[in-house]
């Protein structure tokens, strides 16, 4: 019985891209066959989206959803190895992406009822989707045999790993509420939430004066580097608060893959660190950052925070560097807020010109730096390192590539559309 299960294909028309460890994903491709693991990985990304839409404390951010992507990606392929077994087998171990990912929750402060509650409707999902799978592929005189099956098994699975889940959360639970690090983190919350503390408390708790001009940081692993992450992430954000000119940082653990940072900085010098941090500082191998704007005070620190927030949402989407600035990308980040609505405008200001490809990208890369310099040809040639003879070329190109409607319209909705566009570029994978 399973035999059926290499016979799960994945939706060519919805990509998913695993958050999985390498070598976990060669084991279940070698176990199941890379077919039906990429089935696996699509059903368990629909669970995700499930959680988020009926549990939303599971979110919170990019990295809150890759944690929980983990989460179901891994508990997911379990149960696709425990529908390889017999019956009797006994119930697989969690894995430990799955038992980290329970940890941070946790620490985040979900009620486990809540936590239980997506194991429930991961459960659910799962099992409607296996059930799919047999009636595509499973003769139907075996049919109803194999339902059977699949709900006894799913059921062991999910009542055994919900009690070890259960464990794990309340000993991690118990472990953090007397951490010195959960104090700061609930100090740190007031502060994001816009409430006032007293400040000398406060700055007590966090060893962070809070009347300083700070620039906010978002630190988050790529999983492109080698070694710990938290000790990764801590690195780079010591290298950031050097570059800065940092009177004192504060770093604060997010999640189990991001830090929280802020910089004390002197004011007026502010801007003019962050504009040559990327050319003064090396790649950091696996870690990205974002960046949010100088501002002052606890208000300030929320409002930085939440610049480098948006900065991080943008560089999740696209961006190729490895730092992400707020002062870049607050145009986009102001009019991407609803997605689907731009990607809509995008489509319908630019037309063709919004199409995939190096070329056309090239040709949108050119008309914005032109628009942004305010049709210089030499200051648009010296910013792009190209002649002016090539800006006029692409510059006419691009423009017969737009609508009507774009051409005789507004310039503004054009250079709006362009800068979306560029902040959405899709940054070349890991793995290719």
Known sequence: ?????????????????????????????????????????????????????????HGGGPAAVTTLRRVTQSAVLTGLYLMRFDFNAPVPPLAEEALEGCREFARRGIPLELVLRGVRLGHAQVTRGLAAGVEEHVPADQRLGELRRIEDLMFSYVDAHSSVMAEEYIAERDRWRGSDEAARRAVIDEILAGRPVDQEAAAGSLRYDLSRTHVAAVLWDDTAGSGPAAERLHHAASTLARALEAAKALIIPAHGHTVWAWFAVTGELAEDRVEHLRSSLPDPAGVRAALGPPATGPHGMRRSHRGALQAQRMASHGTRSWLCEYRDVRLAAL????????????????????????????????????????????????RLHIARNTVTYRVKRAEELLPATTTAGSSLELRVALEIAAASEQRPSASA
């Open 1 to 57: 019985m399973g035999q059926w299960l290499e016979w799960l294909r994945p939706d060519p028309s919805r990509p998913t891209e695993p958050v999985l460890s390498p070598a976990e994903l060669a084991a279940a491709r070698t176990e199941l066959g890379p077919d039906a693991v990429g089935w696996a990985l699509q059903n368990a990304d629909a669970i995700a989206e499930e959680v988020l839409r009926k549990v939303p404390e």
């Open 335 to 382: 009019v991407t807020a609803d997605s689907e609505h731009a990607r809509w405008f995008v489509q319908e200001v630019l037309g063709p010109l919004a199409s995939e490809g190096d070329r056309l990208r090239e040709l949108r890369e050119t008309l914005r730096v032109y628009l942004a310099e305010e049709r210089s040809l030499r200051t648009a040639s010296d």
